[in-house]
């Protein structure tokens, strides 16, 4: 795979120190980065930083002597330094730091570093780690990276953008911190999700880190916690709401499309109501998309599909319950329904197949004050009449397994022991292989454990995880627990929007993903009862995520068929590897 990128996309990038692009050699054809300025400044971009890894010519003709040690350094060994320097951190939060601190001196070497022992890191760059990151974010922060919008600056968005010092970004993430993960309203500390995410845009499909930009919006903070402390980085006050809040981000987006006309945008841990509105908002307006909904769901019905390879039932014959009723449970809803209808069910049959059940139980077309999003899943009130239950008003989870008797359990609450043992148990007296999917993240945010999903089963349950898991014995049997990990999906979905120069996000792109993603997981890790490949291969799978969206996007007329000729090809060359360019000064 190639270094750099594409060389029909040329990369530029600028900061305050210097700038570079990416150019090919006509008499090698091989790739090199040519840069405006020489000496420090070379040190001070994590671009373009090699530390001990210059060569002696580019030493001598950049004007590096002296400024680092003497002896030069392969890759490889830059890595056994750092990776000895990472396993000497005592904690999980200390070896986020160090990362974090890695990528801002040294791009290449990061994502080499990470990309080398991805089982291992890809943890503490994301969930869970990063969550508690964020909670910490003010006590922490170490440099900047991406912008900063506040509220107060709505009215110089454009000039903001252009600040960014990134002419052509591919893939903007974007957040208000209002939702970051299960953790809640995090203010300005929500940046740490924008940045692990496009770090995962680049470890898992090699979208270009020259050109990735994470944003937070900063409306303020509701977090009380947040705004009594002293070294709070964001602004002090609660979060502007209603018109206030829609003026604001309709001015973000209007400064997105002018200033970046050509990237792709995606929305990040927003309120569920936010969440959903906005996409409705501007799905049609720009390439955008948002990863909690349709990544989500493109990741979990993969996981549907790899479990039905294990029950050899069809998606017709699912019926499905939800702990949780949010924005990630609308967007899971919404592509099995999809699911359904490939399947030969009527959309009226396919909606039939989902309950959903939230703090206050079963939601139920009767009950007081139904939130429209929710409205579509609601039970009608004669279906419910003859439920056995203990309060018609108030359906607890328990009951609705009884009374619906599912094939399949998704836990997208952020409540952990939602799943108890009664729930368990009552799962697999319905079904001989339960499918139970307790997805909320962080690991203390999980339904329930692995361990308890299989022990109450009697290790009957198929399970998937929205945060990693060691694997769990039960009667001599070894399970391998599949991680439902959005990084299988978005990064590819994404570098497939940004190599076909796609219009439009369409459900249909996270419905072929999903169903080649699951034609990846091998025959060894269902006998492992994993739904998931193995992390390992993560590349691979964005790979085959990228050709399935592009293919879709020309299908749906989003994008220009030309892209289909040599398009595996195509996609290849457009995937950075982290690897050192030999670097030239040019003016």
Known sequence: MSAGIAESTPSRAVSAAMSFTIRVDPATGQQYMAVSQKGRPLLLNSLTNKGTA??????????LCGLVPPAVCTIRQQMDRTYENFKAKTSNLEKFIYLTSLQDRNETLFYRLALEHIDE????????????????????????????IAYEDRHRIEAILTNAGIPHPSVIVVTDGERILGLGDQGAGGMGIPIGKLCLYTLCAGVSPYSTLPITLDVGTNNQERLSDPLYLGMRHERVRGEAYQEFIDAFVAAVKKVFPRTVLQWEDFLKENALFQLARFRDQLCTFNDDIQGTAGVVLAGVYGALRITGQRMRDQRVVFAGAGASAQGISELLVAAFLEDGLSREEAIRRIWTTDSRGLVTQDRPKLEQYKATYARPAEEVAGYACKDRSRITLLETIENAKPTMLIGTSATPGTFDEAVVKAMSRHNARPIVFPLSNPTSKTECTPQDALRWSEGRAIVATGSPFDPVTVDGKRHRIGQCNNSFVFPGVGLGLT?????HVSNGMFLEAAKVL??????????ECAVYPELSRIRECSFAVACATIRRAVAEGHADPEILEHLEKTVERAMWYPEYLPIRFEV
């Not at 010519?57 to 004007?63: F, S």
């Not at 990063?130 to 910490?136: D, F, L, R, W, Y």
């Not at 699951?518 to 006998?527: F, G, I, N, Q, R």
């Open 499 to 503: 190599i076909s120069g796609a219009r």
């Open 54 to 63: 210059y060569t002696r010519r580019e030493r001598d003709e950049l004007d």
């Open 121 to 148: 890191m890809m943890p503490i760059v994301y969930t869970p780690v990063v969550g508690e990151a964020c909670q910490k974010y003010h006590h922490i922060y170490r440099r900047g990276r991406g912008l900063y």
């Open 518 to 527: 699951a034609a990846l997981v091998k025959p060894e890790d269902l006998a």
